[in-house]
Nanobody, 123 residues
Framework: QVQLVESGGGLVQAGGSLRLSCVAS????????MAWYRQAPGKQRELVAG???????NYEDSVKGRFTISNDNAKNTVYLQMNILRPEDTGVYFC?????????????????WGQGTQVTVSS
């Protein structure tokens, strides 16, 4: 089993900043990618940013230049630095990780989600 725990959400005024963290734990052998998704009320979950184990990152267009994703492979942790926040960034932010886990006998693919952290940006 692989568990993801997010932290860092909260309430902030437009123009402010927040930093989200997500730690993966469990019988992880290797992580291929980690990513942040968000889901606004009444909308589908969308990819915000993703990063590979090697550090290659991609961003949803509306967050380019404002958000930065980074990772610490040794800690199985991914961060999302969010600057110049806008009310439309409001939503529940979910961490996702995929890779390979090892239970001591076999290797398995995994694709796991955290429970989400609320980000609210007031105007």
């Amino acid at each position: 089993q692989v568990q993801l725990v997010e932290s860092g959400g909260g309430l902030v005024q437009a123009g402010g900043s927040l930093r989200l963290s997500c730690v993966a734990s469990g019988d992880i052998f290797s992580i291929k990618t980690m990513a942040w998704y968000r889901q606004a009320p009444g909308k589908q979950r969308e990819l915000v940013a993703g990063i590979s184990n090697g550090g290659s990152a991609n961003y949803e267009d509306s967050v380019k230049g404002r958000f930065t994703i980074s990772n610490d492979n040794a800690k199985n942790t991914v961060y999302l630095q969010m600057n110049i926040l806008r009310p439309e960034d409001t939503g529940v932010y979910f961490c996702n990780a995929d890779g390979i886990r090892h239970d001591g006998r076999s290797y398995w693919d995994f694709d796991s989600w955290g429970q989400g952290t609320q980000v609210t940006v007031s105007s």
